[in-house]
């Protein structure tokens, strides 16, 4: 840095010379002049030797064009390193990261626990269909035709015998149409029980219809009757087997398909079932079908041919926590384990890292600085005591010590606001022996220099002398390793939150965002769960440690730039 | 320099004294572990005794029921004879467990030390030699990345591309499942394929530092004065680094890696851990976790043993590499 003007240099003799000559000439011409002339030139004179002593101090003067132009050993320090570019890239990684974590959660839309859920579609059974292609029995009475009796009247009908016996009891039958036999005890008049293909069903609810009742609906329709009468009310019925009564609301209908539903609770109308029995007949995998309040549903037909019948899979949309959803526009890199936003909760999480970091290297600063500075300043017994001091820390392991403290934490239940403080003062309290041993050299070799000896001549006093004179000499290391403890702590931090033993649900933080993939399936299938956070990580450590590089460049005056 | 290192041993002995009873103390008075853990389980169970009559009969059994400083003391007596107690998660003694973990541990941290010097000391030694180039700022740039890579982030990132989409490695445990079929050969290989992702880790973390201390060290012998007079004399390039510029910077740097030389069998927890590689660390973290107490207490005071170990080692040989080096 050359810092006078060369061009003003080289012009500075002739402006000297030229006034001077100036001043003869005048003189000359006024040679001949008339003695009263004489005042003139002595004021001439006077004026022109002014005029030189002005162009002489001009030549010298200190004006801002000529200044020796110097820098403070501080503006040195920001020269050399925004001159570096590496640690600028790193500064810049940084300001984008505090905007990201600080502005960003402002920013986000969502909350920092904000819970999301989305609405799955699940084919749950719905409903179940079998053709008869056996013959039903509806019975007279409770066990009016037991199941011994049912196989030797299935005998006699293959064999075409007009009658039948079953324990004693002698049976007849008759047949009404080829899917219809009515079951008599020989005695009897009244039949004691119904053998059909078709289903007789309650139409307005899941209640048994009266076996008198089914018996004339059955009689009716195997007649092809178009009405039928039953305990003096008169009935219609169509030829899809439904029965209406005089105000034309359906009570039953006949079926050769027996549809059940799964739930007890849940009621089939007899448009459902025939247009489900529609649908198997047309050999149809898919219906959809809208029920009388207006919802719409689709339905699965599979095939079961263990029961030689149909299951019917009701889709049914369930409001369930948007877990491991992928990015999407709503969430730019999706949702977490619990349905939290991923974005939302990286910003969060850097909020807490950093926040975690600066605080635990505060306090790391402000003991080791203390402790170093009085051990460095006083020497002696109190230096010694100190620095045993430093050094049982420096054997102390404190990443094990914090793991056992973590996990005894996790059983005592610490609330995790309350977590989150012990853990910054854990580790501060562990990790200042290093700073304080920095300060201490520092000052050991700043205490013998000559501006220490003038600051005790001067008198002041021993804590003004440490913190005035020696403590902002020792600042630069000091900022440097600060720095990079930032980038450790961080480190640190992450690693007992990714161990889960460090900063809680359901507070973020990027240690503890990564440890979902202690999981393997969330490490092989999703990447936006993890990825991102490290590289908010890695970023943030990297580029502390490449400020801190560049601050240790710049403040070292040995460097060459 | 023998009374030196007698004076340094004595110091130590204290530190190492005053430690351990920090940690002891820690660790009575935490507020649970394992012993808590077993008394709830067993007043759990039907007609069993109460919650607080368990736990005195198990703290006495385990002599957790003196004082701390007694206690403390009873501890030091025991562990000077070489008997930390048996571990109360493992069920054997402390000891007998060590000595099961610690060599895979030596062995994964020998290799990863070995690869570590090969790979950061050159790297450091170009950076410095070719100061302010690209190749500068590219060795700068990778070792701080190391050096900032969290290593669990490091570790699923390698898990991810070499065991589920390579398949080249396993995730995790030290054998495979066909081990017991292979032949001593096979079990050897088997054995060092699921090393060698640990291995690339513990290498990768580590590089940075050692490559930067490289550097700067590096650089700053390069400064000196007899350097210049080197190359005044005319020597060649090659000459003035290897000769006279290395071999200055060897005093550093063999002192610092002297000093973590012990660390070789500290286990490396996390490494370990993520691995499920049963080496002393993924052991001792387990350990900690379920609150072992004689188990923690041993591997804490084991890893300030070798922390001490490793400053006087690296005290000792800068008096030995350096010449010029006299400690009173």
């Known amino acids: 840095m050359s810092i006078l003007d060369s061009h003003n240099e080289d012009e500075r003799p002739l402006r000297v010379q030229n006034v001077p000559q100036a001043a003869l000439n005048t003189h000359e011409r006024n040679r001949a002049e008339a003695e009263a002339d004489k005042m003139q030139n002595a004021v001439d004179e006077a004026l022109a030797q002014d005029a030189s002593a002005m162009a002489d101090t001009e030549g010298y003067s200190l004006n801002d064009d000529r200044r020796v132009k110097t820098l403070s050993p501080t503006m040195l320090v920001i020269k050399r390193f925004l001159r570096n570019r590496v640690a600028m890239v790193g500064l810049f990684i940084l300001a984008f990261m505090f905007l990201f974590s600080f502005l960003g959660g402002v920013l986000s839309p969502y909350g920092e626990a904000q819970l999301f859920y989305r609405n799955d579609d699940q084919n749950k059974p719905f409903a179940g269909v079998t053709e008869n292609t056996d013959l039903r029995y509806i019975e007279g009475s409770a066990n009016s035709f037991p199941s011994l009796a049912r196989a030797k009247f299935t005998q006699a009908l293959k064999a075409g015998d007009a009658t039948f016996e079953s324990k004693g009891v002698t049976y007849r039958y008759e047949s009404l149409d080829e899917d219809i036999y009515l079951i008599y005890e020989v005695q009897a008049s009244g039949p004691c029980a119904v053998a059909t293909y078709e289903t007789v069903s309650n139409s307005q609810s899941n209640d048994k219809l009266p076996f008198g009742f089914q018996l004339a609906i059955l009689e009716a329709q195997a007649a092809k009757q178009a009405s039928f009468e039953y305990e003096g009310v008169t009935y219609a019925i169509d030829e899809h087997g439904a029965v209406m009564d005089a105000s034309g609301t359906e009570v039953a209908y006949a079926s050769r398909y027996s549809i059940r539903a799964v739930m007890g609770d849940v009621f089939l109308s007899r448009q459902f079932k025939e247009e489900l029995a529609e649908a198997i007949e047309a050999g149809e995998k898919v219906f959809t079908f809208t029920d009388v309040d207006g919802t719409t549903a689709d339905y699965t037909i599979t095939m079961d041919t263990g029961k030689a019948g149909w299951t019917i899979l009701r889709s049914t949309s369930t409001r369930v926590f948007d877990t491991y959803s992928s990015p999407s526009a709503e969430h730019w890199l999706g949702t977490d384990r619990n349905g939290m936003d991923m974005l939302t909760r990286l910003m969060y999480g850097g909020r807490v890292s950093l926040y975690i970091g600066f605080v635990v290297v505060i306090i790391e600063t402000v003991i080791g600085v203390i402790l170093g500075g009085i051990s460095g300043y006083c020497g002696g017994w109190v230096d010694n005591l100190i620095m045993r001091i430093v050094d049982v820390f420096y054997c102390i392991p404190s990443m094990p010590i914090i793991i056992i403290l973590g996990a005894a934490m996790d059983a005592m239940r610490v609330d995790p606001q309350v977590r989150m403080l012990y853990l910054m003062l854990l580790l501060g309290f562990l990790g200042w022996a290093g700073i304080a041993r920095l300060v201490r050299g520092q000052i050991l070799s700043l205490r013998e220099q000559e501006f220490m000896v003038a600051a005790e001549a001067t008198g002041i006093r021993a804590s003004r002398r440490i913190f005035k004179h020696l403590i902002p000499n020792v600042i630069p290391q000091l900022i440097v390793s600060m720095t990079m403890a930032l980038g450790s702590t961080i480190i640190t931090e992450a690693t007992l939150s990714f161990l889960g033993l460090g900063v809680k649900f359901p507070f973020a933080s990027w240690g503890n965002i990564i440890n979902d993939v202690n999981d393997t399936f969330v490490l092989t299938n999703y990447w936006f769960i993890w990825i991102p956070a490290g590289i908010c990580l890695l970023s943030t450590v990297l580029a502390f440690n490449l400020v801190g590089d560049g601050l240790r460049d710049a403040f070292d005056p040995k460097m060459k730039r | ?328």
């Open chain 2, 1 to 328: 320099m023998r009374k030196f290192i007698i004076k340094r041993i004595l110091i130590s002995v204290v530190i190492l004294i005053f430690v351990a009873f920090i940690i002891y103390v820690l660790m009575r008075c935490l507020p649970t572990s394992y012993l808590e853990q077993i008394a709830r389980e067993k007043s759990m169970q039907p007609g069993s005794k109460s919650y607080d009559e368990w736990m005195a009969q198990l703290s006495a059994t385990y002599g957790m029921d003196k004082g701390i400083v007694p206690g403390f003391f009873a501890w030091c007596g025991k562990a000077i004879r070489g008997d930390f107690g048996d571990s109360w998660k493992w069920t054997v003694p402390v000891t007998e467990k060590f000595a099961d973990s610690v060599w895979i541990s030596f062995i994964m941290g020998a290799i990863s030390f070995f690869f570590e010097i090969i790979i950061a000391i050159p790297l450091g030694i170009i950076a410095a030699t070719k100061q302010y180039t690209k190749v500068d700022y590219t060795i700068t740039i990778i070792a701080l990345a190391c050096f900032s890579f969290p290593t669990f982030f490091f570790a699923s990132l390698l898990k991810l591309v070499f065991s589920v989409h390579l398949h080249w490695f396993d995730l995790g445990g030290l054998i495979g499942r066909h081990y017991e079929q292979l032949d001593a050969m096979g079990k050897f290989l088997d054995r060092a394929n699921h090393l060698v992702m640990p291995i690339v880790t513990l290498v990768v973390i580590s590089i940075g530092a050692l490559m930067r201390y490289t550097r700067t060290n590096m650089l700053e012998v390069l400064n000196a004065d007899y350097i210049r007079t080197a190359r005044a004399k005319g020597l060649s390039e090659n000459k003035v680094i290897y000769h006279h510029a290395f071999r200055n910077t060897l005093i550093p740097l063999v002192t610092m890696l002297g000093g973590s030389l012990p660390g070789l069998f500290a286990g490396a927890l996390i490494t370990e851990t993520l691995f499920s590689i049963p080496g002393i660390g993924f052991v001792s973290y387990q350990s900690m976790v379920a609150g072992d107490i004689p188990f923690s207490m041993f591997y804490l005071v084991f890893m300030a043993i070798l922390t001490l170990l490793g400053n006087l080692i690296s005290d000792i040989l800068y008096a030995v590499v350096d010449p010029r080096v006299r400690i009173a």
